[in-house]
């Protein structure tokens, strides 16, 4: 083949044609194509789709390092000589590039090492992949919205930063700050925004900011309309700031992050094709549930960590490196997978070491027990998920989840809102989807396209904001969880209330008193009994790990180097005691019945509000 403007794709057809007889077919098609010079670009452009798949198959079957990157390499280019085909074909049509444009908008507190990394991320995958190509050094199909949400002016400031960092590097990138916030909400109607309050928020201007990670993605949507200037082009994507455009396998020396998914493509191609409203990718990296959910879990992997380590010498070559038997699974990392339709198996999961390089046993639990105390800000070291190719990208699922930081709509989309974040309740994208999954059913989609979700940065856990997770004193010493907690508690009474409502009544017609009030008493009564077992489990298997970590036989104790080591794992245990042990604060607040009645009664007023509250959000996109 002569023709240099498919130097890629005559590659991979080369490579991969001899073992499959679709590409051998392909092959021979395209050679007649570039015999033919009235061949139309558009025909040449479809070619590339063939050889993807096949192309991401050998991609993720690959388990050599050096070779997983040569064929990322060439799985990269293939789609940058794609879009050069595509820029090309649009500049001879005077319809353009009809495909998606994308706004994304990423609400963002107190976090600039976590938007530095989600920026760079995008920035990344345009790069490697170029959707959309470049006009003046800018890429003109994507848009993104920084949604200010920090209470302090010098985090704000870095944010502006950071935009303008991405600007000068070709991201058309904006800062939605919260003087600007406030006065789109000021422009709605009085009366229409007095029924939107619970949606937009009720906060005023000198305290416009902590609104909520849901207010402030749905005040986004504010500025989507502002910026819209296509409605039947344009795609809204929604990205938390601790998620970034790329995903994790597994290697032999740890933990790798590459750009292997090309999201703009692909989604593009979903709601071109198909009649979907909204999709949701998932996570893989650390969990997207509370450490609340997930202590029992972990601590059986901390006690099965000391007992194989009891059974080592200090001084040997860490042990700790091996791959992972078996994926992690879906839920492994919730103690209550059960709740979710998933089967729990009762199974530890092993610790595998980060160290690189020549290091013993004691190097690898110095390192363990300063993991230890970001555990209660949502990293996981057990049970991250990883990336699973499976069946490919095109396949799309029912959904009944959002996963609120990565999930994408068209305009008629918008309407289906991830309501309640006046209340601050955990689980507002499961609870949100069982209400669009009633609603809209299939086109409410789910895809396997996952961010990778990363809970801490390498800022460390005091320049780390979470809310519902309150440090103790400058020594991270204590770590309270009791805000997180009880938003976890009655954010699971919404959810499962919600869930079956939906099943009950028509979610078209507004919810009655009486057809909420017996469900929300039922599912109160199964939720206390389930979390009073889960949280006695969690103290015993809590001072199982005291007494066999430190009896005074084992060789940990006997070192003078792991002191600190041991202080961060007694700073751990003691954490563990105070968020679940009979004292704990959160608990008090679930047992006391006139808190759980007041949170009733919220849940009681946003469920039977939701469809008026919907019905006024719908007229924003008439």
């Known amino acids: 083949m002569t023709n240099s403007r498919t130097p890629h794709l005559e590659d991979c057809l080369l490579c991969y044609g001899q073992a499959d007889a679709g590409l051998r077919e392909l092959q021979a098609r395209l050679r007649r194509l570039q015999a033919d010079s009235d061949t139309p670009l558009s025909e040449l452009i479809a070619a590339y789709d063939a050889c993807y798949p096949r192309l991401e198959r050998a991609l993720w079957q690959c388990s050599k390092d050096d070779e997983f990157a040569s064929l990322l390499a060439r799985y990269q280019a293939l789609f940058r000589e794609q879009e050069r085909l595509i820029q090309q074909d649009s500049r001879n049509r005077r319809a ?181 409203l909204m999709l949701t990718g998932k996570l893989v990296g650390d969990p997207p549930v509370s450490p609340a959910v997930m202590a029992g879990g972990f601590l059986d992997d901390v006690a099965a960590f000391f007992a194989d380590l009891a059974g080592r010498h200090a001084h040997d070559a860490c042990r700790f490196h091996a791959l992972p038997e078996h994926p992690t699974g879906d839920a492994a990392y919730h103690d209550m997978a059960g709740l979710f339709g998933f089967a729990h198996k009762a199974e530890t999961f092993p610790y595998r070491c980060r160290i690189q390089g020549p290091h013993d046993h004691a190097a690898c639990l110095r390192d363990f027990s300063q993991r230890l105390n970001a555990f209660f800000f949502g990293e996981h070291p057990t049970r991250s998920t990883h990336f699973v190719y499976g069946d490919g990208f095109d396949a799309l699922t029912p959904a009944r989840t959002i996963y609120p930081g990565n999930y994408v709509v068209n305009f008629a989309g918008l309407k289906y809102i991830i309501p309640f974040g006046h209340l601050r309740l955990r689980m507002s994208g499961p609870t949100a989807g069982r209400l669009i999954a009633a609603e809209i059913g299939h086109r409410f989609a789910s895809i396997n396209m996952p961010h990778l979700h990363q809970r801490t940065s390498q800022a460390g856990l005091q320049d780390n904001f979470r809310p519902g997770v309150e440090l103790g004193g400058e020594n991270v010493q204590q770590v309270d969880l009791s805000d997180e907690f009880e938003r976890q508690f009655f954010g699971d009474l919404m959810l499962f209330t919600t869930e079956r409502l939906v099943q009950e009544k028509d979610v078209k017609q507004p919810f009655t008193r009486d057809s909420v009030s017996p469900i929300l008493a039922r599912k109160e009564t199964e939720l206390l009994a389930l979390y009073r077992r889960n949280r006695q489990a969690i103290v015993e298997a809590n001072r199982k790990l005291e007494e066999y970590v430190f009896r005074g036989d084992q060789w940990w104790m006997k070192s003078d180097s792991l002191g600190n080591a041991m202080q961060q794992l007694r700073s751990f245990i003691s954490n563990i005691d105070y968020n679940f042990g009979d004292q704990s604060p959160a608990w008090k607040k679930i047992q006391s019945m006139e808190h759980r009645e007041m949170r009733k009664r919220q849940i009681m007023e946003a469920l039977t509000h939701y469809r008026p509250e919907r019905e006024a959000w719908d007229r924003l996109f008439a």
């Open 96 to 276: 353009g590039d009809t495909r998606h444009d994308f706004i994304l908008g990423i609400p963002v507190a107190d976090r600039p090492a976590h938007l530095q990394a989600c920026l760079e991320s995008i920035h990344q995958v345009l790069e490697r992949f170029g959707y959309g190509g470049k006009r003046d050094g800018r890429y003109v199909k994507i848009r993104i919205v920084v949604a200010e949400d920090s209470r302090h002016e010098r985090n704000v400031q870095h944010h502006r930063e950071l935009v303008d960092e991405y600007r000068q590097k070709g991201l058309q990138v904006v800062h939605f700050g919260q003087d600007e916030q406030y006065a789109l909400l000021q422009s709605i109607p009085a009366a229409e925004r007095e029924l939107l309050g619970n949606i937009l928020t009720r906060q005023p201007k000198d305290r416009f900011y902590l609104k909520g990670q849901a207010a402030n993605r749905n005040l986004c949507y504010l500025k989507f309309l502002e910026l819209t200037e296509d409605r039947d082009r344009t795609l809204y994507y929604l990205v938390d700031s601790d998620q970034a455009f790329c995903v994790n396998r597994q290697t032999r020396q740890g933990e790798e992050a590459v750009f292997a998914l090309n999201y703009f493509h692909i989604i593009d191609r979903v709601f071109r094709t198909t009649g979907t």
